[in-house]
């Protein structure tokens, strides 16, 4: 009987220590969920690039809001949100973006900053792409020298961006032996790239931010075609009532105000010695990199 | 190997300078995978035991999903859980996705079946005489299974550690149903990706060199335990 009782007791201990351990992350989910947590799905690039470190604490500390940044790439952020899992987007893929909100998605798309897509690859550059000013013009030759090409292929915003520059050029990559897909993040993709001495396309951000073990040299840049263009998007609470369109709303009103965009525009410079990403709020898609 | 002694030293710079951050991850992930082995070892171990010392149609088949649930892949186990804690998943009023507590709901399903199969085995793996030694000495039911469970306190240590080990060092579920949200449900695995795609080999690798540490820590402590038992 005395054995019983102890692990009677033993079993009410561990509860005990369960509760105790489970009560703190309950807290933590916040005091009211409903209102106060934000959704975010956002690219890689936003993420990995430091600059959501920077802006979503002085936005949380301003609104009371809690931000839960899911950083993954475009095509997987707008699945997210086409199935009302997340009540914001920050997203860098045009095309893809204007379906999304055609189909009643996403709402009030606003513009919020650019910066270009580069196309990088080894210092011997043997398919000599280097100082070509169109980027197709570019791949056409990377194609024709059979050179590696390390692709995205996740369904990205530069992924999206590069299916359609080779498109412009015309050529079909996909189960080319020289044309290699990691399915990866930005920046392991560029790690890739570097260990096969292959070209990528990359956005500058992530290529700045990693530079210092990246032995790659930009080789095109500059094309009107390259550039990389961030909006923001609400989701649409009228398809998903369980979105958090206040919160998605503080949160978009945020990214285009003044404040955030004069943070942008200094965001990296002490870093990198220039802006990664050039704040466009207000804009039009047509006026930008000129 | 520069790189992996910069790690490592920036690893003992962090550990002595008490990062907040990296404490903050560090805790965190010991809660996650604590809390998550603490479920699995009761759930694991009392269907462990009730499999093994009872017959019934169907036992093999039982002991065979048992067995092949320890190596469930973390990453289905992750896509299984978002589906259903997502707004639009039958779970999704709780509305946990994306926290610590569906992080622990994740751990608990991929550590459960391991604690539950090595316990089975435990159970199973004593000598079978002794159940009927021990009843016929009086005791009650009850009684007979936490005698056996002391019995076989050896490899159930060994399943902790196995359970634990398991989850400490997951990453696939624990960044599909988490999300990695800083000061949130960013654990050690998690934040080591991270910061291998933000290109900062050296903090990955000293996060790397910490949840070693840690897991080695725990397992040392249990094996103190468990060799102490024995001894005796």
């Known amino acids: 009987m005395k054995n019983l009782r102890r692990s009677k007791l033993t079993v009410l201990f561990t509860i005990a220590v369960l509760l105790a351990f489970c009560a703190p992350s309950a807290d933590a989910a916040g005091k009211k969920p409903e209102q106060k947590n934000i959704i975010l799905a956002t690219t890689t690039s936003t993420q990995d690039s430091g600059l959501l470190d920077v802006l979503i604490p002085i936005f949380e500390k301003k609104t009371g809001y809690f931000v839960k940044t899911i950083a993954v790439g475009s095509g997987q952020a707008m699945a997210m949100g086409q199935k009302g899992e997340a009540d914001v987007m920050l997203v860098h893929s045009p095309d893809a973006e204007k379906k999304f909100v055609e189909e009643g998605y996403g709402v009030n798309r606003r513009l919020i900053m650019h910066n270009d897509f580069i196309i990088i690859g080894p210092a011997d550059d043997p398919a000599k792409i280097k100082g070509v000013k169109a980027a197709a013009e570019a791949l056409k030759r990377i194609a024709a020298a059979e050179a590696l090409f390390v692709s995205r292929g996740d369904n990205s915003g530069t992924h999206a961006k590069e299916k359609a520059l080779w498109k412009q050029a015309e050529i079909t990559p996909a189960g080319q032996k020289w044309y290699q897909e990691t399915g990866l993040g930005m920046g392991q993709t560029l790690n890739v790239a570097a260990e096969k001495k292959g070209y990528t396309l990359a956005d500058r951000g992530t290529y700045l931010a990693l530079k210092k073990n990246i032995p790659l040299d930009i080789l095109v840049e500059g094309d009107a075609s390259l550039l990389n263009i961030y909006h923001v998007m609400e989701i649409n609470s009228a398809k998903w009532p369980k979105v958090n369109a206040a919160g998605a709303k503080a949160f978009a009103d945020f990214f285009v105000s003044n404040e955030t965009q004069k943070i942008i525009e200094t965001f990296g410079v002490d870093k990198f010695g220039s802006p990664l990403f050039f704040p466009d709020a207000g804009k039009k898609v047509e006026d930008l990199g000129k | ?232």
């Open chain 2, 1 to 232: 190997m520069e790189l992996i002694l910069q790690g490592i030293i920036k690893a003992f710079h962090l550990l002595v300078s008490f990062d907040p951050e990296v404490m903050g991850i560090t805790w965190l992930s010991l809660k996650i995978s604590g809390t998550a082995t603490f479920i699995s070892l009761f759930i694991g171990v009392s269907v462990g035991v009730a499999v093994a010392l009872n017959d019934f149609f169907g036992k093999r088949l039982v002991i065979s999903i048992i067995n092949t649930g320890m190596g469930l892949p973390p990453v289905v186990v992750g896509l299984f859980v978002t589906m259903m804690i997502w707004r639009s998943g039958p779970f999704g009023f709780l509305e946990i996705l994306y926290t610590p507590a569906a992080m622990i709901i994740a751990q608990s399903i991929i550590a459960t079946p391991i604690v539950m199969g090595i316990s089975l085995a435990a159970i199973q793996n004593l000598p079978p005489n002794l159940r009927l030694q021990i009843l016929s000495l009086g005791a009650s039911r009850l009684q007979m299974v936490w005698v056996l469970v002391k019995e076989s306190r050896l490899p159930l240590l060994a399943a902790v550690m196995a359970g634990f080990g398991g989850v400490i060092s997951e990453i696939g579920a624990s960044i599909m149903v988490g999300g990695n949200i800083k000061g949130y449900s960013r654990v050690l695995t998690t934040a080591t990706v991270m910061e291998t795609g933000k290109g900062n080999f050296d903090l990955a690798i000293a996060l790397g060199v910490i949840l070693l540490l840690l897991a080695f820590t725990i397992n040392f402590l249990l094996t103190q335990i468990q060799q102490r038992q024995q001894s005796r």
